[in-house]
């Protein structure tokens, strides 16, 4: 029944969107410029003005004065359909209202979360996932999410890290780009469409220290090198809107920053869509130090291409005044309507104001389904000792230990506003179901929730691991412990997990952990001790499914770390693409237990690297085990000497050596080995999923136009250096086969 009602929706959608004008024709040109004519200064800072209401009739009351262009946070489609119908019938110009809502990562069906899906590697999937998050959102009126979160991010003590797709530039452009084709579907006007919002414009990521909202000192060439290149390419996905960030860059709050709001993004990259601040941060700039007031805040942010406030008021308070005084001109606000306008009516607003999507999309069938082969996708092998995993027919009886084992709520992970736990399947959940009666399953929590310092229970999870014949044990981070404002210094497993995990490893049973957490941790000591451990990102509504059928073989997993994985907090940010020192680190470096007392000053070296974590991480960028093994050889290139308009046609042999099926996800890794300013020891240029039968080969092939290795260099233009290259194709940032070429003039 469920499955009828899906393509049903798909059907129909596609059906009206087909009736509607073509996005971006001249045709909704001239609908924006007329009814921009009809438009008092009041009305046009109204469409400016996006509020979070908490009280309905004082909205109503602002929607029918023509004083609101957009409202978050209602999701009661009664209550959309009523505030709409407002806006359309009652106020003078009946300009429809964008319902905007936080879809992250999946609307009612969550998927897991956006750290998780690039894990995947796999864009098909995280495109599925939010269509489906599209098409789930939009049965309440959602027609517009704050999603997504490209901000390449390298340090795991930010929160949000959760909430990107990592430390890479182009793994943060191709997920990306991804997401805004699944949110906006094949054309804005589908009912079943959300416009995306790339965000956070720019380098909030960078943190300094990982402390969220703190300040940025990225100079203009890392930023375009490094946090520009996902922006550009949800530019060239169609991207319909844009959100500027909460950090001031080496000074300039974003929200204020006309250098990448109107140099970067309106004149060089020509966007045409919508640009609205992040929560307040136009008035924020008051206690960043930058403006005086909500007037000048106002000021400042629409001068510098802000076209929408969210929630802070102080365009429709202050702008009028503004405009009169000469601080502001009416074309700055013209063209910002015109932005708003333009969206309104490639969304198809004005024709279809009201909720088509049916109610029944929600928690469809399909949509589980989707969920769980993407929670499957995410889910990375770090450790495999004496193949502990997966479970054969020889384990009789397993111990489930640990507090993440069934946890609804924290499996679901940051920014689930309306996933519900209900509905979310957990591990031990999911175990009982789908092999309880194959094996004999003991469940003793041991801790009652990640942060418990309370060891009571730890002896029962003992005894309970005595008795089986393989522990495994869930541990890893409730979901308040990641996402916004959710920093930490400290990245161990925190209250008594650690010790419950070394508690249960001296039973000597074979253990495997599971972690499900928002970022990565610092887990040395507990890979250690496991036999086996597989690492989760909060793998979201069908977490424990995906990870029971991983337990038991049925799923091999294929997920990469798409961060690097420190060995303690203090060596972060750790991220494979640095550049190099002029003293780079030897392997072979003494550390801090084995230099001897009184040791002479220079005797240990004068290299790049911690005494006491010496300079390789805990895991590396582009990591995971399978339970099969890959095996790679005879890497060929067809040609090493190439000019700027060639492609690097390279190919490998890709062999799966092992006992199972299983899926490898190849990656491409260049370094330009001299440029007019450094570069980094290695960038990820391309990947594939390669899926392979046990014992079957193939050659996989990358064709990398030479142009991809463009960058700014020294006299900030954006070119290819000639020079020399390497390339490798491997299984992670740290391996693989490696070639020379070089590009010539
Ligand atoms: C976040 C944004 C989010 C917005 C609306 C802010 O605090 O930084 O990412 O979209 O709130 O909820």
């Known amino acids: 029944m469920k499955k009828k009602v899906f393509y049903t929706v798909l059907l129909a959608a596609s059906f009206i969107g087909c009736s509607q004008p073509n996005n971006g024709s001249s045709d909704i040109e001239s609908k924006v410029d007329s009814l921009l004519s009809q438009m008092t200064i009041e009305e046009k800072l109204g469409q400016m003005n996006q509020l979070s209401p908490w009280d309905f009739d004082d909205l109503a009351k602002k929607v029918r004065k023509g004083e609101v262009g957009s409202i978050l946070n209602i999701v009661n489609p009664d209550e959309v359909n009523k505030i709409q119908k407002i806006a359309v019938e009652e106020s003078r110009l009946g300009i429809p209202l964008i319902v905007a809502r936080d879809v992250i990562h999946g609307y009612k069906t969550i998927f897991p979360i956006p750290l998780g899906q690039a894990a995947t590697f796999n864009p098909q999937i995280v495109e599925e996932g939010a269509r489906i998050a599209a098409i789930e959102a939009s049965s309440?009126?959602?027609?517009?999410?704050?999603?997504?979160?490209?901000?390449?991010?390298?340090?795991?003590?930010?929160?949000?890290?959760?909430e990107s797709c990592g430390e890479d530039t182009y793994l943060n452009a191709v997920m990306g780009a991804a997401m805004i084709k699944g949110y906006q579907g094949d054309s804005l006007n589908d009912p079943t469409a959300m416009a995306a919002c790339a965000k956070h414009f720019v380098a909030y990521g960078a943190a300094e220290g990982g402390r969220d909202y703190n300040s940025t000192f990225i100079p203009e060439r890392v930023l375009r090198n490094v946090y520009l290149?996902?922006?550009?390419?949800?530019?060239?996905?169609?991207?319909?809107?844009?959100?500027?960030?909460?950090?001031?860059?080496?000074?300039?709050?974003?929200?204020?920053?006309?250098?990448?709001?109107?140099?970067?993004?309106?004149?060089?990259?020509?966007?045409?869509?919508?640009?609205?601040?992040?929560?307040?941060?136009?008035?924020?700039?008051?206690?960043?130090?930058?403006?005086?007031?909500?007037?000048?805040?106002?000021?400042?942010?629409?001068n510098a291409g802000v076209d929408m406030e969210m929630v802070s008021e102080t365009f429709i308070k202050n702008l009028k005044q503004s405009v009169a005084e000469g601080k502001v001109s009416m074309e700055t606000i013209d063209n910002a309507v015109r932005n708003i306008l333009r969206l309104k009516f490639r969304l198809g607003l004005f024709e279809n104001p009201y909720i088509v999507t049916p109610q029944s999309v929600k928690y469809a069938e399909e949509h589980l389904l989707a969920a769980k082969t993407a929670a499957e996708q995410s889910v990375i092998?770090?450790?495999?000792?004496?193949?502990?995993?997966?479970?054969?027919?020889?384990?009789?009886?397993?111990?489930?230990?640990?507090?993440?084992?069934?946890?609804?709520?924290?499996?679901?992970?940051?920014?689930?506003?309306?996933?519900?736990?209900?509905?979310?399947?957990?591990?031990?959940?999911?175990?009982?179901?789908?092999?309880?009666?194959?094996?004999?399953?003991?469940?003793?929590?041991?801790?009652?929730?990640?942060?418990?310092?309370?060891?009571?229970?730890?002896?029962?999870?003992v005894n309970a691991a005595r008795r089986a014949d393989v522990v495994v044990c869930f541990v890893g981070e409730e979901s308040i412990l990641s996402g916004e404002a959710h920093s930490l210094a400290n990245l161990d497993l925190q209250g008594a997990q650690s010790q419950l995990i070394k508690s249960l490893a001296s039973t000597g049973k074979p253990l495997v952990t599971v972690i499900m957490a928002g970022r990565q941790l610092t887990i040395s000591d507990e890979v250690e001790a496991s036999d086996a451990v597989l690492y989760s990102f909060h793998p979201g509504t069908m977490g424990g499914p995906a990870i029971a059928d991983i337990l038991f073989g049925k799923v091999n997993p294929s997920g990469k770390t798409p961060v690097t994985f420190p060995?303690?907090?203090?060596?972060?940010?750790?991220?494979?693409?640095?550049?190099?020192?002029?003293?780079?680190?030897?392997?072979?470096?003494?550390?801090?237990?084995?230099?001897?007392?009184?040791?002479?000053?220079?005797?240990?070296?004068?290299?790049?690297?911690?005494?006491?974590?010496?300079?390789?991480?805990?895991?590396?960028?582009?990591?995971?085990?399978?339970?099969?093994?890959?095996?790679?050889?005879?890497?060929?290139?067809?040609?090493?000497?190439?000019?700027?308009?060639?492609?690097?046609?390279?190919?490998?042999?890709?062999?799966?050596?092992?006992?199972?099926?299983?899926?490898?996800?190849?990656?491409?890794?260049?370094q330009d080995k001299v440029g007019s300013v450094t570069r980094p020891v290695k960038e990820l240029k391309a990947f594939k999923r390669v899926e392979l039968k046990a014992g079957e080969s193939e050659t996989v092939t990358f064709s990398l136009p030479v142009s991809d290795l463009a960058f700014w260099g020294y006299d900030m233009t954006f070119g290819v250096e000639p020079g020399d290259f390497r390339l490798w194709v491997g299984t992670s940032s740290a391996e693989g086969l490696s070639a020379d070429f070089s590009v010539i003039k």
């Open 567 to 670: 060995r303690m907090s203090g060596q972060t940010p750790v991220y494979y693409a640095h550049n190099n020192t002029g003293r780079p680190a030897n392997p072979t470096e003494m550390l801090i237990d084995e230099i001897p007392v009184e040791a002479g000053q220079t005797s240990v070296g004068c290299r790049s690297f911690y005494l006491d974590a010496g300079n390789s991480p805990l895991f590396p960028f582009g990591y995971g085990l399978s339970y099969t093994r890959f095996e790679y050889s005879d890497l060929r290139l067809a040609a090493d000497k190439l000019t700027e308009v060639d492609k690097v046609n390279v190919s490998v042999n890709l062999k799966n050596a092992g006992n199972y099926d299983g899926t490898e996800v190849v990656q491409l890794y260049v």
């Open 381 to 461: 092998l770090l450790k495999n000792d004496a193949q502990t995993l997966p479970l054969t027919d020889k384990v009789k009886t397993v111990a489930i230990v640990g507090p993440m084992a069934d946890a609804p709520y924290e499996q679901m992970g940051t920014w689930v506003f309306d996933g519900e736990r209900e509905h979310t399947q957990t591990p031990l959940k999911a175990i009982k179901d789908m092999y309880g009666d194959k094996v004999n399953l003991i469940f003793e929590l041991g801790l009652a929730y990640s942060r418990d310092k309370n060891v009571a229970g730890i002896a029962k999870a």
């Open 140 to 162: 309440d009126g959602i027609r517009w999410t704050f999603s997504p979160m490209i901000d390449v991010a390298r340090d795991p003590r930010w929160g949000r890290i959760a």
């Open 229 to 302: 290149p996902p922006f550009k390419a949800a530019v060239d996905a169609g991207c319909a809107t844009f959100m500027t960030s909460f950090n001031d860059n080496d000074g300039v709050p974003s929200t204020a920053n006309k250098f990448v709001l109107k140099d970067v993004l309106r004149d060089e990259w020509k966007y045409d869509g919508m640009v609205v601040t992040d929560w307040a941060s136009a008035l924020e700039m008051v206690n960043h130090g930058f403006c005086t007031d909500g007037k000048d805040a106002a000021e400042k942010s629409v």
